[in-house]
């Protein structure tokens, strides 16, 4: 595959911080090349401070790159666009408006009319499993629903990728879990194209058709393991298959090197 069909394609991409007070500014990505297929699951998994949600900020067009292309559907990405949903770890609800409320704000600049935008909320509510919650408020969720209504919001107005930041990151083990099969039903049904970040290998194994693996910072794309493990969320248990558990292995020992380097890396800056 090559930039030119890909859905996604980063090639050579970097990233650099200016640090206050520092003569040479901080690279948090480079030589990034990746390219993901239409439809396609792709996890990126990656030591703390490495670099991943700056390369998923980037794909959403919130900042720009200062080394080589990203490129969607053939075109850099410039900005923001209605073509890509992004879920961060946060909810980001307005606490102000009910689940349908808020899942209706993302339509509202989309042109369509009010009647269809309650409509249309309400079945992306269905689809995340909340159409009862409807009339609640945020601080009547728990956290795992709030996610299921930020997910539902991002899903309402049709984008072709969903980029989601650890999105289950703070939520409890019984709850992340079945938010996984959640989104793996959900990607099925709907074909979206998902890029996934996280820091946990098992939830990489287990949502992932590929799971890239970015080195300590800077990051790079240090390997890329794809996932032979099909329709997880219908088989029993398979996150205690030996299929599972080779996965997880391979990914934690490319990880394992990383996590190492960028302790080392942190007690040089501290000039221990
Ligand atoms: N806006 C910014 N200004 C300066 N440094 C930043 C900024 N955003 C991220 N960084 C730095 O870039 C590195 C990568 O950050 P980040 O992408 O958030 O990592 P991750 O999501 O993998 O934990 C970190 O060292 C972080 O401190
Ligand atoms: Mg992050």
Request: with cysteine; net charge negative.
């Amino acid at each position: 595959m090559n930039g030119m069909t890909a859905k996604i394609s980063f090639a050579g991409v970097g990233k650099t911080f200016p640090v206050r007070g520092a003569a040479t500014a901080l690279t948090a990505l480079e030589g990034i090349d990746l390219d993901i297929s239409a439809g396609e699951f792709v996890v990126i998994v990656g030591p703390s401070g490495c670099g991943k949600s700056t390369l998923l900020d980037l794909l959403g067009g919130l900042s720009e790159p200062d080394a080589g292309r990203i490129l969607l559907d053939g075109a850099p990405v410039d900005g923001p666009g209605r073509d890509r949903g992004i879920v961060f770890q946060q909810y980001a609800l307005l606490p102000w408006r009910t689940a349908l409320g808020n899942v209706e704000f993302g339509l509202e600049a989309t042109g369509v009319p009010r009647a269809g935008r309650a409509a249309r909320a309400e079945e992306y509510l269905e689809l995340v499993g909340l159409a009862e919650f409807a009339d609640r408020h945020p601080h009547e969720l728990s956290g795992g629903m709030k996610q299921r209504v930020a997910i539902a919001r991002s899903l309402a107005y049709d984008p072709d990728v969903l980029l989601m930041d650890e999105p289950f990151a703070a939520l409890d083990a019984q709850t992340r879990e079945s938010l996984q099969d959640e989104l793996l039903r959900i990607w099925r049904r709907t074909g979206k194209t998902i890029v996934f970040i996280t820091h946990g290998i098992d939830e990489a194994v287990y949502l992932g058709q590929r799971v890239a693996v970015l080195t300590s910072r800077p990051g790079r794309v240090k390997s890329v393991v794809g996932i032979d493990l099909p329709h997880r969320e219908e088989a029993d248990d398979v996150r205690s298959s030996p299929e599972f558990a080779r996965y997880r292995h391979e990914i934690w020992a490319l990880l394992h090197d990383e996590v190492t380097r960028a302790h080392e890396l942190e007690k040089e800056a501290l000039g221990a």
